[in-house]
């Protein structure tokens, strides 16, 4: 089968492989549909992500049908439509059973798919602990629609989810690449009372005035200012930062009022400054972390429903076979790009 493989620093090539096999009674094998490319897979292309590793297929985000089921699999049957999870978790261990699936202690827990086992840019996948990682798609829901469930919709839900945020809030979102866009769709599922993004490219900032009307948008150098104007205490009552470009963590305690949450969703290339004694009694709260992917369910749910709506992100498409074109496009935000979708079969 064709599959999209990472081959050495820089370089990811079409390459053919065998079909992938059941290894484990908890496997699933999944025909796939549809993939996109993720910042992360550049990450790793780049030679960034220091546990990729060489020879695996690359590809983490992706939907496709059931072709096959290990015989402890119960939640999914052959021939199902599925969302296929970013996170491997097991389910069972203390961490799993609290919700916090981003760090399951099981030797394949966390990212695996598409960084240390086979990824989903590729004809079939394996996906082990299926159960836990293929959520079924409702019928009314197509894949194009369920696509960036497991991956980028499933970081903004979370994002959204912890940062306990209220109808009479100011949410300042700093980052408007496709992260930043569904932390930003999920955020406007709790109403608070204004939404500023902040983002300093004018393709993305069009997308969103677009798209999302009511929604106020700000260029970085001008944010702490406007965000001062606009919101009722003294700066946001809500930051989420999912940039992670170089000024965007102090950009983002900056413009946080007093006794306001700062969720940092962006993965930074070098350390951040806490500059404890600057931001003495402002008693922040930071909450921080990797998405624990876990509500795939309530995702599709929301979708099928019509309150939740990616498809507008995935602006170009190419066949497996023309994935380096996608790339290209991604790579260089180049025609306005925002998410590409790759159709594998
Ligand atoms: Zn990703
Ligand atoms: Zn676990």
Redesign the pocket.
């Known amino acids: 089968m064709l599959t999209y493989t990472y081959k050495s620093k820089g370089i990811f090539a079409l390459t053919e492989k065998p079909k992938p096999t059941i290894l484990h009674e908890r496997d699933a094998i999944v025909k796939v549909t549809l993939a996109s490319i993720c910042s992360s897979d550049l990450h790793i292309k780049h030679g960034s992500v220091p546990r990729a590793a060489r020879g695996i297929t690359v590809g983490h985000e992706m939907v496709g049908i059931v072709e096959e089921i290990g015989s402890a699999v119960t939640n999914v049957k052959v021939g199902d439509r599925v969302t296929v999870n970013v996170e491997t978790?097991?389910?069972?261990?203390f961490?799993?059973k609290k919700g916090y699936?981003n760090n399951?202690?099981?030797k394949n827990?966390g990212w695996a798919l598409g960084c240390r086992i086979d990824g989903g840019q590729a004809e079939y996948v394996r996906v082990p602990f299926a159960d836990c990682g293929l959520n079924k798609i409702p019928d009314n829901v197509s894949d194009r629609q369920a696509l960036l469930v497991g991956d980028v919709l499933a970081t903004g839900f979370w994002a959204a989810r912890i940062s306990e945020i209220t109808e009479n809030d100011t949410v300042l979102i700093i980052g408007a690449g496709p992260t930043g866009i569904c932390t930003l769709l999920c955020t406007m599922l709790k109403n608070p009372k204004r939404i500023i993004v902040c983002e300093k490219d004018e393709n993305r900032l069009r997308f969103v005035s677009e798209h999302y009307p009511d929604v106020l948008t700000v260029e970085p150098h001008e944010c702490l200012d406007f965000v001062l104007r606009n919101s009722d205490h003294g700066g946001a009552d809500v930051v989420l930062e999912v940039a992670g470009a170089e000024n965007t963590f102090e950009l983002a305690w900056k413009c946080a009022r007093p006794n306001a949450i700062v969720t940092v969703v962006a993965l930074y290339d070098k350390a951040q400054t806490l500059p404890l004694p600057d931001m003495y009694g402002k008693n922040l709260t930071f909450k921080t972390g990797g998405v624990d992917g876990c509500d795939c369910e309530e995702t599709l749910r929301l979708i099928a429903e019509g309150k939740l709506d990616t498809e507008p992100l995935i602006t170009h498409t190419f066949p497996l076979s023309e994935i380096e074109k996608g790339y290209e496009v991604f790579e260089n935000k180049s025609d306005g790009v925002i998410k590409v979708a790759v159709e594998c079969c």
């Open positions: 978790f097991c389910g069972e261990c961490f799993c699936v399951c202690t099981d827990g």
